[in-house]
Nanobody
Framework: VQLQACGGGLVQAGGSLRLSCAAS????????MAWYRQAPGQQRELVAR???????NYADSVKGRFTISKDRVKNTMYLQMNLLKPEDTAVYYC??????????????WGQGTEVTVSS
């Protein structure tokens, strides 16, 4: 499975960006898709995730500002980011978690897209 993330860029505080993550396979086969981020000098952290039943979870720091969604026709996951803050500055990675029929779980990662929020 290949994941291609895009949509990052430079934005002023209070602005918005939408990240996209295109999958090379049908996302209906993916158990959980997620966005992670890693700021300079910090560990990678979970931002938001969406399950096969579209149940979503968010990090407390982005609740009410970010929205995760997916389009099964386009095999693409999105992260709508509103009211951006300088502390949202990071490289954002998309992730796909797949459990095979044999119960083997595999994580797949996209290449990352950089988001910079200026104050």
């Amino acid at each position: 499975v290949q994941l291609q993330a895009c949509g990052g860029g430079l934005v002023q505080a209070g602005g918005s960006l939408r990240l996209s993550c295109a999958a090379s396979t049908s996302i209906a086969t993916i158990n959980v898709m997620a966005w992670y981020r890693q700021a300079p000098g910090q560990q990678r952290e979970l931002v938001a995730r969406i399950g096969s039943s579209r149940v979503t979870n968010y990090a407390d720091s982005v609740k009410g500002r970010f929205t995760i969604s997916k389009d099964r026709v386009k095999n693409t996951m999105y992260l709508q980011m509103n009211l951006l803050k300088p502390e949202d500055t990071a490289v954002y990675y998309c992730n796909a978690y797949i459990v095979s029929a044999g119960a083997q779980a595999v994580n797949y990662w996209g290449q990352g897209t950089e988001v910079t929020v200026s104050s």
